[in-house]
Each structure stands twice: as C-alpha cells, then as structure tokens.
C-alpha cells in the first residue's frame, strides 16, 4: 500500500508538471478576461486527466490486490450457504498431483483434505492452485462466491385494509394480495404461495380469492443461495354477502284506491343487517334529495306524493339494493255540511194491542 501511494506521488507530479509547462507556454495569449478563465478551466480538466493517467500507471505496475498471475474461473458470483462444500481435483499428465492447496480471500493457502466451507458471509473469493511432485504449481485460479444464509423477509399486503371484527380479519371480494419478498444479500430467487388446499404456484400477479368464506392464503420466498423463508399464512374471510335493509313505518300506511296514505304523526324507521363483517353505514333519501347518512326517525310533514329511499353499506364495501317506499301525504281535513229535510218523517202506526183474557 505505502508503496502504491509512493508511486503515485511521483507519476502525479511527473503529469502536473507537463501539464504546468504546456499552461506557462510564452505563445499562450492571455489578452482578455474569457481567455483566461477557459486557460484556467482547460488547465483543471488537464490536471485531473493527469492523475487519472497516473492512477491507471500504478495499476499496471503493481496491479490491484488480487494476487498476481490469478485468474477468475467464472466473471459471475456463484451463490451458496455457509453449507455449501466444494472440493477440488487435479491431474497431471506428467509428474502426476502431489498437493492441491486453497486459501480465502485474506488468508494463507493450505492443504485440501477435507471438503471447503466458507461461514462468513457476503462476497468472498476462494484461491486454488494444484502443485505436481517435481515442484511445478499451477497459475491460482479464483471462485467468486456470495455466501448467504439468511432467508428472505416476505410479507403479504392487501390492496385495501382489511376490516378485523372479533379478530377476524374480513375483506371484499373484489381487494387483492401482493406478496413483498426482500433478501438483501443475493436477491429473491422466487415466491411461491397457495391458496386453501391446492398446490403451491408460482407468484407472478396480485391474489384475488374467489371464493366467500374463510380463505387461507399460505406464502414463502427463496432466494438465490437457496434460503427459503418459513412458510407463512393468514386467513381471510371473504364477505361476498349484501347487507339487507328495510323501512318500517310506526303505523301502517292506509291503502285508499291503491294509494297508501300515512296516518298523522307517522314515521319511518331504517333497519339493515350483515351477519358479516356487519353494518357500517345507512344512507337514505326523500324525494330528490341526495343520499345522506342515516341518523334519526324520518318524518315527512309536506302535502303530497313522497318517495323515500334507502341502502346500507358493509364493512367491506358491499353495498345493498336500494329499497324504498312510495307514501301519500294529506294534510287537508276533511269539509262537512248540515241540511233540513223537505220531507216529513212518515210515522207508522202503532199495532193493535192484544187481549190478555185467559181462554175458559
């Protein structure tokens, strides 16, 4: 190292000073101002050029630390665990193989008799060299490994939130599941994942569970080293069922020629159910009002033909039909009117009285 940055010092200094004499050239001009700041910006680009070029020298005489003469068999990393073995042969077709000797990345080259294994882990290279019985030793080659030995982190996301009643956790049957799988060493190899009891796929697009009911979504993750995750699960139940809704006035409407008219005083209640997720919110309407939220008893005090409306929404988002009821509204009183008769009551006369002597 020290005789790295020795050397180049030297050749840095040996390029600036080119580039000095070249700068201090007497036919050089330097009449105006912008000369002299494109002198001064050429003079810079050329200094770091210079060291570069020095840079690139001391590369080419010392070379970087891979050790001289070794050559990498494979330009990609090969992938494994602190598990992995490896073992190493060789031939001679001469003096035949005395030793075959390996060595990691920073440490001294030994013997091979027993298989390889590398525990730290992240990127490495392994050295590896055959030497024959008359002392001739092969040019080292190098395996560059990644070693690995941690599982992915895999996680399952709805797309919308899911809606936890009692601990159940429920959704939609329209909401979608990705799976988010990390590894931070060697990357993610592949996500596999089932749903229920078929067999375990390939995850390639978001989930959606088609069928209603308690669903079991099962996921894990490889990475390339071969880690997998611990498989992991969550059960969802799919609520695919309507609320239902009803309007209940407090007396019954009166039908009079196929009109049902509301008696005084009357009003209408909302009621909606969902043996679901359960009711999240009403909404009703009165004529042409737009929907609003459902808080109190409806009561409808205006002359005329009304119409009243009325849907529920779960906790899922599944939303009921729209029921409604058609009411007549009639604040008139009703008008009535006394007359004296023209005629005379007609009087009927009274029957005979009859005897009450006892027959002899």
Do not use: C
């Not at 070249?22 to 050329?46: F, G, H, M, N, R």
């Not at 027993?114 to 990127?123: C, F, K, Y």
């Amino acid at each position: 190292m020290q005789a790295h940055k020795y050397l180049l010092a030297i050749l840095t200094i040996f390029f600036a000073g080119q580039i000095t004499a070249q700068v201090a050239d007497p036919k050089a001009t330097t009449s105006t101002k912008d000369k002299a700041i494109q002198k001064t910006e050429s003079t810079s680009t050329k200094a770091k050029d210079g060291v570069d070029k020095a840079e690139t020298t001391v590369n080419d005489i010392l070379g970087d630390k891979k050790e001289a003469g070794a050559s990498t068999s494979d330009a990609a990393a090969l992938f494994i665990t602190s598990k992995t073995s490896f073992s190493l042969d060789a031939k001679d077709d001469s003096s035949t193989i005395d030793f075959i000797e390996w060595k990691p990345k920073n440490g001294e080259y030994r013997r091979f008799t027993q298989p390889i294994r590398i525990s730290e882990e992240g990127l490495t290279e392994i050295y590896y060299r055959s030497v024959d019985k008359v002392g001739n030793a092969e040019t080292p080659k190098i395996l560059v490994v990644n070693v690995d030995n941690t599982a992915p982190r895999v996680s399952l996301v709805p797309q919308e939130q899911l809606f936890v009643l009692d601990g159940v956790p429920f959704a939609s049957k329209n909401n979608t599941y990705t799976i988010v799988a990390e590894d931070r060493q060697t990357g993610v190899e592949k996500v596999q994942f089932s749903i229920n009891q078929e067999a375990a796929k390939g995850y390639t697009d978001p989930i959606k569970l088609e069928n209603g009911g308690a669903n079991v979504i099962k996921y894990s993750a490889t990475d390339r080293s071969g880690n997998s995750s611990p498989e992991s699960s969550m059960i969802i139940t799919v609520d695919d069922v309507k609320p239902t809704i009803e309007i209940v006035p407090s007396y019954p409407l009166v039908d009079i020629n196929g009109k049902n008219f509301q008696r005084k005083g009357n009003v209408f209640y909302v009621n909606a159910t969902d043996k679901e997720s359960g009711v999240k919110k009403i909404l009703v309407k009165v004529d042409e009002e737009e929907f609003k939220p459902y808080v109190e008893a409806i009561s409808i005090e205006t002359q005329g033909d009304h119409v009243i409306k009325a849907m529920a929404v779960d906790n899922v988002g599944n939303q009921s039909d729209v029921v409604e009821v058609k009411l007549t509204v009639d604040l008139t009183p009703p008008t009535s009117t006394i007359q004296k008769s023209t005629e005379e009551p007609k009087v009927e006369a009274a029957p005979a009285p009859q005897s009450s002597t006892p027959a002899k």
